[in-house]
Each structure stands twice: as C-alpha cells, then as structure tokens.
C-alpha cells in the first residue's frame, strides 16, 4: 500500500468502525472507491474483498442489513493468487474484480434511491 491511498481512504472515507467495532478499513462513495484502486496500482497492492455500506440515519451500515438478506452478495472477495500469476496480473485481476462489484453495488444503490458506501479491504 502507499502513501497516497492511506491518505485518500483516511481524508475521504467514513470509518467502518462505526459498524465494526476496531476495524481499520474506511467506506468510500462508489467514486472515490474507484478513484482508490488507481491509487492502489501505484504500488500493485491487491484487493483482497469489500463490502457494501449505504448511510444510516446516524451512522454507516452494511448494505444488506438496510436493503435486505439478499444483498449480502454486494460484499465481495478476490480468489487467491494463482501459481501461474504474477504478483501484478494478481493485482490487476483484482482490481477488475472490484470494479465489477461496485458496478453492481451501484445498480443496487440506485434501485433504492441509496448511495452505496464501498470498503476495499486491501
């Protein structure tokens, strides 16, 4: 991981700690999620999985416990390093993992009329 993102998580993220007590991870909006993971290629730190949060009425939320049971789909995790894989395909396979789940956390989002909260957990 790099200075960069650190900060950026730190500056632009709510912590997570809110809803999970001692946890260090921060939840980004959807953009500033996808603004991380170009900060995280910098140093190609892999993204081991996230979660989905929306906004409470006082603090943050996981995302299935405000839009229901079956979105605990939104939270996500990269398959392990294969052999064949170099640290940097890793890496970038997990970026595009995570892409593609916060393109769906968005949809979810946006049929709820809610904005989705995403935590990388790198």
Excluded: C
């Excluded at 929306?54 to 939270?75: C, F, M, N, R, S």
């Amino acid at each position: 991981m790099n200075d960069k993102f650190l900060n950026f998580i730190k500056e632009n993220g709510k912590p997570v700690s809110e809803v999970d007590p001692g946890s260090d991870e921060f939840a980004l909006t959807s953009d500033d999620a996808l603004h991380a993971i170009e900060l995280l290629k910098e140093g190609a730190a892999p993204i081991i999985g996230g979660e989905a949060f929306v906004q409470g009425p006082e603090k943050i939320e996981h995302a299935y416990k405000v839009l229901g049971d079956q979105y605990h789909t939104l939270d996500w995790s990269s398959d392990p390093k294969e052999d064949s894989e170099t640290d940097e395909g890793y890496a970038n396979r997990t970026y595009e993992v995570a892409k593609g789940a916060i393109a769906i956390a968005i949809q979810a989002g946006k049929n709820y009329n809610q904005e989705m909260l995403i935590g990388l957990i790198v």
